[in-house]
């Protein structure tokens, strides 16, 4: 009996105890909030929490120099360091040996109405009077000169009227053989750029505004490293916009250091400290880029006898190249006769040829001031300047 009493209290005593967690955990429930209490206009503002934006009031006294704590140095300073630009990356420019050759293909294109026109006209079964006439018309629109025109025609008419036949081939043969005769192969179209008897060479480019003449200098500067030699360019063309900046960024592009002046200084002034530091590095060739020269403007033409005569105070020139554009045609003869009556033209410098049909300008400018053209521009790539080749040359005109 004392049993059954004491297991009735032990139930009693834990279903008390379970009811007391049950409403326990009911009275910890979490209690809806209270609705927001209106602003305090006259309460301090809160102090911003991480994350907001924490504004420095219009009316806080700032603080001055003299408070501020500045760095004691014991701590090291992060310094930031200048951005040095980086070298150009050095080119190396294609071989010179055999360039036309591989820019034949450009040249024919632009050359072979002259060749095809002539082969056309010779091929015809009767070659009267009228046909020949054709045919010097046909020399004279390509630009090759009345003189030299005249020449190849009585010439061609002699072998073509004892030939008696005329295959395709005899007539492409003869037809070659005159106009190389006409262009020249006897000539020394080497750029003269190392004198026996000292150091550096020195080559001077003159040419009137517009015919490339600044280009023609950078690109003879990556013929003539493109060979082994070392190059200072001299950037005496100070009347120009920017053109000691061209200048120089093509000297960079192959490792040539280039002498510049003052804008609108003097360019005898640069054309001798151009030499003067050729001689101190010991290079092997001065590329002297002149100011494009109009060839009315007898002022300007005297300016340019002047730079060839200060830079004669150092050493004589090796090579004065007058700078042409194939496509001016006639005119470029009229520019050619100015230039050479102040300085002494050793050779020219064709540009532009693969843009145009009168290829015949090679022979009329080597006539008329009877020194040979020694570069063709054949683009307007960085190695479109090639060694003139009259054989290439030739066979371009006239095609396979």
């Known amino acids: 009996m004392e049993t059954v009493i004491l297991a009735v209290v032990i139930a009693v005593v834990v279903l008390g105890a379970l009811g007391g967690l049950v409403i326990g955990s009911r009275r910890k429930k979490s209690l809806p909030p209270p609705p927001p209490a209106a602003p305090d206009i006259t309460a301090p503002p809160a102090e911003p929490h991480v994350g907001d934006e924490a504004e420095t009031p219009r009316d806080e006294p700032r603080r001055t120099i003299e408070e501020v704590d500045l760095p004691d140095g014991s701590a090291p300073v992060a310094v930031e360091e200048p951005l040095v630009p980086e070298a150009p990356a050095i080119e190396i420019p294609e071989p010179t ?3 036309l050759v591989r820019l034949r293909a450009r040249l024919s ?24 006439e054709e ?6 629109t390509a630009d090759v000169g009345v ?6 025609v009585d010439r061609l008419r002699e072998r073509v009227k004892v030939l008696g036949t ?16 006409l262009v020249g192969t006897d000539a020394d179209r080497a750029v003269k750029t190392e004198p026996e008897d000292r150091k550096p060479g020195i080559v001077m480019v003159v040419g009137v505004n517009g015919t490339g003449k600044t280009t023609t200098t950078g690109k003879l500067a990556r013929v003539l490293v493109a060979d082994g030699r070392t190059v200072v360019l001299g950037a005496a063309d100070t009347f120009r916009a920017a053109a000691a900046d061209q200048l120089q960024t093509w000297g960079e592009r192959v490792g040539a250091y280039t002498v510049r002046g003052p804008e609108a200084g003097d360019p005898a002034s640069v054309a001798f400290d151009a030499v003067k530091e050729g001689k101190e590095m010991g290079v092997d060739v001065v590329l002297i880029d002149t100011a494009g020269r109009l060839h009315t403007k007898t002022g300007l033409m005297d300016e340019l006898g002047k730079v060839k005569r200060v830079v004669e105070k150092h050493a004589p020139l090796d090579e004065v190249l ?3 554009d194939a496509t001016t045609g006639q005119n470029g003869l009229v520019q050619a006769r100015v230039f050479a009556e102040v300085v002494d033209i050793t050779g020219i410098v064709l540009t532009k040829l693969d843009g145009t049909a009168k290829g015949g300008i090679v022979i009329a400018v080597q ?5 040979p053209v020694k570069l063709i521009g054949l683009g307007e790539g960085a190695d479109d300047l090639a060694p003139f080749e009259p054989e290439a040359f030739v066979d371009a005109l006239i095609g396979d």
């Open 97 to 99: 040996a055999g360039r």
């Open 109 to 132: 294109r632009s050359q072979n109405a002259l060749g095809k026109g002539l082969l056309t006209l010779l091929s015809r079964e009767h070659l009267d009077d009228e046909t020949w």
């Open 135 to 140: 045919i010097e018309d046909t020399l004279l």
């Open 147 to 152: 003189q030299p025109t005249t020449e190849l």
């Open 166 to 181: 005329r295959t395709p081939a005899e007539l492409r043969g003869l037809l070659r053989e005159e106009l190389l005769n």
């Open 322 to 324: 007058l700078v042409l």
């Open 367 to 371: 006539r008329e001031l009877g020194v």
